[in-house]
Nanobody
Framework: QVQLIESGGGLVQAGGSLRLSCAASGRTFSTFAMGWFRQAPGKEREFVAAIGWSWIGDTIYYADSVKGRFTISRDNAKNTVYLQMNSLKPEDTAVYYC???????????????WGQGTQVTVSS
């Protein structure tokens, strides 16, 4: 069974840091695009960051709202993708989801496989 399992969420004060992990199982995801998205209450799911694979190196995209604060990375040996979140703000509060697809995209509707999500709450 192919699964994505997120972990690392929690409660943190503004200015703090968290590192989210997304562990993939059931197949190798080293050549897949992996994305992080988030959804706050009453809002649509939005793009956060994505990392794609190619022979010449990974391609990485960030949402403008997290650029310079968040870093996406992957450890293919562990079949895991990470989202390091620094300088967190209350507006970063959301459920964070990881997703996988064969093509790199910033659109959530283009990802086929999703994790269950992990809550991130940033207090002011």
């Amino acid at each position: 069974q192919v699964q994505l399992i997120e972990s690392g969420g929690g409660l943190v004060q503004a200015g703090g840091s968290l590192r989210l992990s997304c562990a993939a199982s059931g197949r190798t995801f080293s050549t897949f695009a992996m994305g992080w998205f988030r959804q706050a209450p009453g809002k649509e799911r939005e793009f956060v960051a994505a990392i794609g694979w190619s022979w010449i190196g990974d391609t990485i995209y960030y949402a403008d709202s997290v650029k310079g604060r968040f870093t996406i990375s992957r450890d293919n040996a562990k079949n895991t993708v990470y989202l390091q979140m620094n300088s967190l703000k209350p507006e970063d509060t959301a459920v964070y989801y990881c997703a996988a697809d064969s093509k790199l995209s910033m659109r959530p509707d283009e990802y086929d496989l999703w994790g269950q999500g992990t809550q991130v709450t940033v207090s002011s």
